[in-house]
C-alpha cells in the first residue's frame, strides 16, 4: 500500500525462512486489500465487479470487524467515510448505491499482526514489526531492558512528543505530520479538526490500536474524553492542534 515496513528480529534462532513467508504474507494482503491497485478485492468489489458474498473469507472478516469498530466509536472510524476516492476506486454517483470501502486503517495493523504471529510461530521471542510508524513488539533488542520509542511532535519536526518503553504490546500513532489532514470526520465529511496527534498504545493488538486512534483523531477534542472511558485495555496520547498535550492516566506505565 505504499508504505516502508520494517521487521527488527533480535533472536538468532528464528526459522531462515520467517521474513520471506512475513514479507509474502504482506504482498498478499496488498494484493487484496489496496486500494491503489485495480485488480486487488477491495477495488474490484468498489466497482461493482465483485459481490460481497464471493469476495474472500479475508475481506469478509476484515469487513465484519470493521463494522464492529464503527459502531463500538460510535460511528467516528468508518470504513466508508475513509474511502480513497480514485479512477481505482470511484466514488459512488447514484441514490441506492451501496458506499465505497476503505479498510485500510484496520488493516495495516492487522497485516502487522499476522507478522508477530509468523514471527513468533517461528521462534522469535524480540522483535519489533513496524509499519509507516505502528508497530507490534515483543521482548527488547540487544543490549536494552526494552524497546523504546519516540512520537514526533506534530507541529516541532525535530523533536518527540513523548517517548514510551515497552516490552510487549502495540502502538498506533494518527497524526497530520505525514499526510495532512487525512482523516474525516464521518459526520461532516470534512476533515477532522482539533487535534494534530493521537497515539495509542496497549498490550493489545495494533489493528485495534490503529482503528482507536483514528476514531480519536476523527472526534477533534472531544476524543480524550471518550478514550478515557472506552478504549480499555489501551491508552492515549494526544496532541491538540494548540500544543496542548493530554493522556489517559494508565499511559504511565510506558512512558520514560
Known sequence: MGMPIVLDVYDEDVEDSALERSFNWLRQIDAIFSTYRPDSEISRLNRGELELDRCSPAVRSVLERCERLRRATDGYFDHCAAAVWSDVCPRPGGDGERPAVDPSGF??????????????????????????????????????????????????????????????????????????????????????TGVSSVTIVGAGKLATADAYATAVFAMGRAGAAWAAQHIHPYEAFIVQDDDTVLSTPGLARWRC
Open 107 to 192: 488493516v495495516k495493523g492487522w497485516a502487522i499482526d499476522g507478522v508477530a504471529r509468523i514471527l513468533e510461530r517461528a521462534g522469535a521471542r524480540n522483535y519489533c514489526a513496524e509499519a509507516a510508524g505502528d508497530m507490534r513488539l515483543k521482548g527488547h533488542p540487544d543490549g536494552a531492558p526494552h524497546w523504546r520509542m519516540g512520537i514526533q511532535h506534530p507541529s516541532r519536526p525535530d523533536s518527540v512528543a513523548v517517548v514510551l518503553a515497552m516490552s510487549e504490546g502495540a502502538i498506533a500513532t494518527s497524526a497530520t505530520y505525514a499526510r495532512g489532514q487525512h482523516i474525516v470526520d464521518p459526520y461532516t465529511n470534512a476533515a477532522a
